[in-house]
């Protein structure tokens, strides 16, 4: 069975610093595309970080130069770096995973994946 268990968010302060974790189990993490994606209040859900082994990194446009996404395969864990957190970053955040070939471009759509965490807030205070 699939689990995906978040990990690391909480309440920073505007230009702070968080790294959030996603702990993956009972599947072949190493060739599953993964996926970073998080949802506001009244907003839809939103792609904003992907990897695949073989393809370079996917960010939102939101997020690009400040987050940064990598995978421990050894260690089966997805891990999102959020440098300069901004009040916008404010959301619950959550990994995804699907099934990937070797050099496959990395989804960033969340009806694209197949298994999802319970999500980690995260909340930036201006």
Not at 49 to 78: E, H
Not at 86 to 98: I, N, Q, S, V, W
């Given at each position: 069975q699939?689990h995906?268990?978040e990990s690391?968010?909480?309440?920073v ?28 209040p009244g ?10 082994i ?7 446009d939101?997020v690009?130069?400040?987050f940064?996404?990598?995978?421990d395969?050894a ?8 440098n300069?957190l ?7 955040y959550?990994c995804?995973a699907?099934g990937?070939?070797?050099g496959?471009?990395?989804?960033t759509?969340?009806a ?6 319970q999500?980690?807030?995260v909340?930036?205070s201006?």
């Amino acid at each position: 069975q699939v689990h995906l268990v978040e990990s690391g968010g909480g309440s920073v302060q505007a230009g702070g610093s968080l790294r959030l974790s996603c702990v993956a189990s009972g599947f072949t993490f190493s060739t599953y595309c993964m996926g970073w994606f998080r949802q506001a209040p009244g907003k839809e859900r939103e792609g904003i970080a992907a990897i695949n082994i073989g393809r370079p990194t996917r960010y939102a446009d939101s997020v690009r130069g400040r987050f940064a996404i990598s995978r421990d395969n050894a260690k089966n864990t997805l891990f999102l770096q959020m440098n300069s957190l901004k009040p916008e970053d404010t959301a619950m955040y959550y990994c995804a995973a699907r099934g990937c070939s070797f050099g496959w471009m990395p989804p960033t759509l969340p009806a694209d994946y197949n298994y999802w965490g319970q999500g980690t807030q995260v909340t930036v205070s201006s």
